[in-house]
């Protein structure tokens, strides 16, 4: 049996949940499918000890604050998980789990959804599946000659599998910079990057950026050189006590660390890899709508080769910032606005927040 709905997003997470705030406030007809078995999107997947780079009160999707955590500071990935669950439960959002979505096709006036529990035809689709799910690791030479351990970050859980090891962490990146802290403080750690990594002044987090990103995609001044990486407390004591010391990329893997072009080397058992995500786009494959570098051409957030199709929640490629909550509480409301304009629906909302 196929099920008809007007809209229907694809994935529970904080993307899908914010469009699901604000089509509930307009009282569309839709449905968001999850593959996850219980809310929380990819957060319940992170490692214990990741923080938000922003304080709760800025990390919130339309309607409801974050709560401030115990002992204030930055939310924890399990602080978001909690969030997220009663976010659902207050706005009584249809979300169906888990329901594991294989295909969207093109059929006749609807899209068709395919899915593991049957189908759906939806007048527009919102795809909402984020990036956690394709961890990227860049090709080097002898990657597969090496004998050691290798995860990337997303099968990262603590540092304890690391204790009394050597730790090679490749990244530039907050994830890299969060996992080497805490690493270094039981294993003898090598931070490699491709350019130096710039910490933040202390008293700059995720608001200033968000801020700043917003100024300079309206022409206004850019970030500059303020740094990209947030000084989060646990960042903070690893630069403190000079764990934050970044090497040049390597050249090659051997078998047994990796070495530089000069032909110094170093010793390593493990190899996190902090490279990280692509969006995963697979289920909207038979659509053939990917242009070069596999990224769907879209303007705003909607497909321009489909336009029954948005993209919500994948970066800046769908919206400034919108792989993060403020981000994507902020073009889910222009995207729905879009949405329910193109159903001849008056959402009553205004296009910014």
């Known amino acids: 049996m196929t099920r008809l709905v007007d809209v229907l997003v694809i994935g529970g997470g904080q993307a899908g949940l914010a469009a699901g705030y604000y089509l509930r406030r307009a009282g569309a007809h839709?449905?968001?499918l999850d593959a996850q078995d219980r809310p929380g999107g990819a957060w319940r997947h992170a490692w214990p000890s990741l923080r938000l780079f922003s304080p709760a009160q800025h990390s919130s999707l339309p309607g409801r604050m974050m709560p401030v955590p115990p002992g204030g500071g930055y939310p924890s990935a399990a602080d978001t998980v909690a969030y997220l669950a009663d976010y659902e439960q207050r706005y009584d959002l249809p979300v169906l789990r888990p329901v594991q979505v294989h295909a969207v096709r093109r059929g006749g006036e609807r899209l068709?959804?395919?899915t593991d529990a049957g189908a759906w035809?939806?007048?527009i689709v919102i795809s909402a599946t984020g990036t956690w799910w394709r961890p990227y690791v860049?090709?080097?030479?002898g990657i597969r000659d090496f004998q050691g351990e290798q995860l990337h970050t997303a099968g990262y859980r603590g540092p304890e599998p690391f204790r009394g090891r050597r730790v090679v962490i490749v990244g530039g990146a907050n994830s890299a910079a969060q996992i080497l802290a805490e690493v270094s403080t039981v294993a003898d750690t090598?931070?490699?990057t491709l350019r130096p990594p710039r910490l933040?002044?202390?008293d700059i987090d995720g608001r200033a950026l968000f801020t700043l990103a917003t100024r300079r995609a309206q022409g206004g001044d850019g970030i500059g050189d303020l740094g990209d990486i947030v000084a989060v407390p646990p960042v903070r004591e690893a630069r403190d006590r000079g764990a934050l010391k970044a090497e040049p990329m390597f050249h090659r893997i051997t078998l047994d660390g990796i070495a530089w072009p000069d032909g110094t080397g170093q010793?390593?058992?493990?190899i996190i890899w902090c490279t990280g995500f692509r969006p995963a786009l697979g289920h909207l494959a038979p659509l053939r709508l990917r242009g070069r570098g596999g990224l769907i051409p879209v303007e705003g957030t909607?497909?321009?080769d489909e336009p029954r199709l948005h993209l919500l929640g994948y970066g800046d490629w769908t919206g400034l910032a919108s792989a993060t909550l403020i981000g994507a509480a902020r073009t889910a409301r222009q995207t729905i606005v879009e949405v329910l304009a193109s159903l001849g629906v008056s959402s009553g909302l205004r296009t910014s927040r």
Do not use: C
């Open 30 to 32: 839709f449905v968001i």
């Open 112 to 114: 068709t959804v395919e």
């Open 121 to 123: 035809q939806a007048r």
């Open 138 to 141: 860049p090709h080097h030479p």
């Open 190 to 192: 090598t931070w490699v």
């Open 200 to 202: 933040l002044p202390d």
């Open 267 to 270: 010793a390593a058992d493990a």
């Open 302 to 304: 909607r497909a321009i």
